[in-house]
């Protein structure tokens, strides 16, 4: 078992829709959770970045992290087609200099 | 991508030769890291450094070396190149894992 589990998708919304993305980690010792945008044929670009349990909110993007549950998840509201790219989340635990990585889902917003 | 730059960023080679990848960062970051990428597998780490000359390595290294002679260049080499080793290579450089990664993008290999 991977110690970052992510459903794959591929995921298609309409345009303006709220989407969930979500992931599950095995490792307690995670402290650092991570979502990061790829684009077809790019690299991956880091979107959002928690420290521990809660929330973060940036614009239409809201990471949220449940430590009791080892639950990680990414909200896109107001879902547009540039939004249309792989998502993957990560994790790291203190100290760590390497990052999990789950294998990312594929989100494709269709005007 | 700012601070990162993989060369070749495409490349077709033969079976049984050997091909390198080269990854350069001005950023000065301490860790860098070669993953590739292939549909259904996600993210795999191939090889990483901790500085110069200090490597190790990661789930899939077989077939592959690295080298780090410089704190802003990492190679990776395949030795004989194989078929399966068709994929997007990334090099990934960071601070230290708590903080991220920040990608380079990509070298699509293709061994024919």
């Known amino acids: 078992q991977k110690e970052v589990e992510q459903d794959p998708g591929p995921l298609s919304v309409p345009e303006g829709a709220i989407v969930s993305l979500n992931c599950t980690y095995s490792?307690?010792?995670?402290?650092?959770f991570m979502w990061y945008r790829q684009y077809s044929r790019k690299g991956p670009e880091l979107l959002m970045y928690?420290?521990?349990?809660g929330n973060k909110e940036d614009g239409r993007f809201t990471a949220q992290v449940d430590k009791s549950s080892k639950y990680i998840s990414l909200f896109i509201r107001d879902s547009q087609p540039s939004d249309s790219a792989t998502y993957l989340c990560?994790?790291?635990?203190?100290?760590?200099?390497?990052?999990?990585f789950g294998k990312g889902t594929k989100l494709s917003v269709i005007p | 991508d700012a601070g990162i730059t993989q060369s070749p960023r495409h490349k077709v080679t033969e079976t049984g030769t050997p091909v390198t990848l080269r990854c350069h960062q001005t950023?000065?970051?301490?860790?860098m890291y070669w993953y590739r990428q292939d549909p259904g597998h996600g993210l795999r780490l191939i090889h990483y450094?901790?500085?110069?000359?200090?490597?190790d390595k990661g789930e899939v290294s077989d077939g592959y070396s690295v080298s780090r002679s410089k704190t802003e260049d990492f190679l990776l080499t395949l030795e004989s190149a194989t078929s399966s080793q068709t994929s997007v290579y990334f090099c990934?450089?960071?601070?230290?894992?708590?903080?991220?990664?920040?990608f380079g993008s990509g070298t699509r290999l293709t061994v024919v």
């Open positions: 450094s901790y500085g110069v000359k200090d490597t």
């Open positions: 990560a994790a790291s635990g203190a100290g760590s200099y390497q990052l999990t």
């Open positions: 950023e000065n970051h301490r860790y």
């Open positions: 990934a450089i960071s601070t230290g894992g708590n903080y991220g990664y920040t």
């Open positions: 928690t420290y521990s349990s």
């Open positions: 490792n307690s010792a995670f402290q650092y």
